[in-house]
């Protein structure tokens, strides 16, 4: 891997606060989450190779973030924002901000990240590149009429990621159930719904790095495995990301390698590289994948910019490939160096 230190290089490590936008779950949750931690460990491993590093928040006046970005006058912002104005629907306009300001930055650009943050638009083009994925319907409102999906069916929220809205209620057995978890949906997290096939066999995902040019093809991360020890557990929930005093918490848990066989892992690679390409992927990203009880494996999303803090899935590939954390961040630091102002 071609990493470059960046010695002196002046990075920007902005961030949104997943905390303030959390205010209605557990208090320790929202500390788990906030990418606070993510942006100190990202600044510590630039300073580490001797980049000029400081977190900066992106807070409710976008005019004071810009005032603030010409002041500092950073050659590259390390883009760790989530959730500009406290919505996750809007983390595409903040690299679009760098953009107009001609500033680098690291991940994925607002086309990648405004698709793939809706599940609907994402499972639609997957399915018009011949890239496998359940069959889905959308709800905008309650459903009048079978969905004409076989049941059991998952219940998402159409535009929402680190699993929220996402519980083992979310697997409905019938059309009461599916017609309760819209309802739910709407009413707590004001969202329309993804329903989809619900696809029971083994979870995998895979990490990616890589811009996709010719100086930097994309190149994918060993694959993980999250495993179900306890059958009673059907989906990984949003309790069993963040919530440590949840039974799920410790009864679904990653492995990484996947412990498969060469043909799934060739297939989670390739199928991985294929997203990639079709998405316009920078940066790094993650593919969660689904298998039924055939092997046949199923992309569930496409996750641009995934969780890059010390203990998350991405890092956890990273290693099993050989590469340190701090290695990491500076690869994906240089990768955002390479595209320039884009």
């Known amino acids: 891997m071609n990493v470059v230190a960046a010695v002196r290089t002046r990075v920007a490590v902005l961030y949104t606060s997943v ?22 460990a990202v600044a510590e491993a630039l300073r580490s190779a001797g980049s000029d590093a400081w977190t900066h928040t992106f807070g409710k006046d976008a005019a004071e973030l810009i005032k603030g970005l010409r002041s500092s006058a950073p050659d590259v912002v390390f883009n760790l924002s989530e959730c500009p104005h406290l919505s996750p629907e809007k983390e595409l306009h903040a690299c679009a901000l760098f953009e107009l300001l001609r500033i680098p930055y690291t991940g994925n650009g607002p086309l990648t990240l405004g698709i793939c943050n809706s599940k609907s638009l994402t499972k639609q083009i997957l399915a018009a590149n011949g890239i496998p994925t359940p069959r889905f319907r959308l709800y905008r409102t309650l459903p009048e009429e079978e969905p004409g999906l076989p049941y059991p069916l998952v219940v998402k929220p159409a535009n929402e990621d680190g699993s929220a809205g996402i519980t083992e209620d979310s697997v409905v057995p019938d059309r009461a159930g599916l017609r309760r978890q819209v309802k739910w949906l709407k009413d707590v997290l004001h969202q329309d719904s993804l329903v989809e096939e619900f696809v029971g066999g083994r979870e995998y995902n895979v990490g990616l790095l890589g811009n996709g040019t010719a100086a930097d093809p994309y190149r994918s991360l060993p694959p993980a495995e999250l495993v179900y020890r306890n059958p009673r557990w059907r989906l990984c929930t949003y309790e069993s990301k963040w919530d440590s005093t949840h039974p799920s918490y410790a009864e679904i848990a990653p492995v990484c390698p996947a412990q498969a066989s060469p043909e799934t892992l060739r297939r989670l690679s390739e199928i991985t ?4 390409r079709i998405f316009r992927l920078s940066g790094y990203a993650r593919v969660d994948f689904r298998s039924n009880e055939r092997g ?5 999303e496409v996750n641009p910019n995934p969780d890059i803090s010390p203990d998350a899935g991405m890092p956890r590939a990273a290693r099993a490939a050989g590469i340190p954390y701090e290695e990491m961040i500076r690869e994906i630091l ?3 160096l390479a595209l320039g102002a884009r």
Do not use: H, N, W
């Open 296 to 300: 046949e494996l199923f992309v569930l």
């Open 19 to 40: 905390f303030e936008a959390t205010r209605d779950v557990k208090e320790e949750i929202r500390e788990d989450m906030d990418l606070a931690i993510s942006a100190r």
């Open 273 to 276: 590289l294929q997203c990639a």
């Open 334 to 336: 240089r990768l955002g």
